[in-house]
């Protein structure tokens, strides 16, 4: 019921101190980097610059011990980028705590929904 | 572990769609509402203007079938504000949710603080 097109959605961010963020946008452009090969693919269909997308990928690059998403410089159409294995299970990780979210609060989501002015 | 001052924070947002959202902005904003008794007040607790704290208040007002927030006018000085019964159930709600979430994703949270760059 929560997952309808119109229905509550719950949004699960993490906080790295002292100024880091991982959350939907930054999942978001990994699922893409993946999906599509390209930083810059990746963030036209997020209809964010190539210099935002590459800035975020950088930032999540830092966030962690090991890189999140490798890119191969030059080439016919300059180079490509995929998650590391890292980025893989850290998209996994991501992805998993969603799900437990979801399943932890679905009273109180129902009693929200209840309440909610439709 | 994960809420010692530098540790990772979970962070949990609800959307409401099309176009709302409850978050933890809305949220401290009705803690402080019913710790001060003022919108005022509880908006310079959070350095925001009067009334950008109005709207957010307006908005809380008008996502649910019952008010949030209740403000008495007039008075010596300028009126009050309080949760209501079901505003006071909301900010219960909101907490429950977010030590569930807390609890549910333990094992991630250490996993992420493991890999992250300290």
Do not use: C
């Amino acid at each position: 019921m929560e997952n309808s097109d119109d229905g509550l959605r719950l949004v699960l961010r993490i906080d790295f101190p002292p100024g880091n963020r991982l959350g939907h946008g930054k999942i978001r452009l990994m699922e893409l980097i993946a999906e599509t090969g390209s930083i810059s693919a990746a963030g036209r269909a997020m209809d964010m610059s190539y210099r935002r997308a590459w800035l975020l990928v950088d930032a999540l690059n830092n966030m962690f011990d090991l890189p999140v998403v490798e890119s191969q410089r030059g080439g016919k159409q300059g180079g490509g980028a995929a998650l590391t294995e890292f980025g893989t299970s850290l998209l996994h990780t991501y992805r998993t705590m969603q799900k437990k979210l979801d399943q932890a609060v679905k009273s109180e989501v129902d009693w929200l929904e209840k309440n909610r002015r439709q």
